[in-house]
């Protein structure tokens, strides 16, 4: 419960998000929180000014293209993609759309987590995800 005592939100609308956004000066808005998770909006405008963050974050593209650059690697990216920034790493999109927008996920320590690999968890019988690696293919799972 919050310190209104209502629940927690559980479900953040783009368009509530977009909303808010639209009257904010910075390009991001937070829309939730909980233990170390942050959720926000990032809409850059004209250039993509961010610099390296002190968490772990994973970027979720909601609508439009461009180009993610992290490190010394650059991808192309759209709708759908899911796309990871350790702690610490610099990067940044490129080439976007104007209609360009992503969900922000910072989490975990400052500093980042550890890589422990492909662990399971406490009885998980799903197949462990493969690795992110740059250029690496998904292997395909046995039905």
């Given at each position: 419960m919050d310190s209104q005592g209502e629940h927690p939100k559980r479900r953040v609308r783009f368009e509530d998000a977009?909303?808010?956004l639209a009257d904010h000066v910075d390009p991001f808005v937070s829309v939730f929180r909980h233990g170390t998770l942050e959720v926000e909006l990032y809409m850059p405008r004209g250039r993509?000014?961010?610099?390296?963050?002190s968490r772990d974050e994973v970027y979720v593209v909601l609508r439009g293209t461009g180009t993610y650059v992290h490190g010394d690697q650059r991808?192309?990216?759209g709708p759908f993609d899911v796309l990871f920034a350790p702690a610490g790493l610099e990067h940044r999109f490129e080439g976007f759309s104007e209609d360009f927008a992503v969900w922000v996920l910072f989490y975990g320590p400052e500093g980042g987590e550890e890589d422990r690999g492909n662990r399971r968890h406490g009885g998980d019988r799903r197949v462990a995800a493969p690795a992110l690696?740059?250029?690496?293919?998904v292997p395909e799972q046995p039905d």
């Open positions: 977009a909303a808010r993509d000014l961010q610099t390296a963050h991808d192309p990216c690696t740059d250029g690496a293919e």
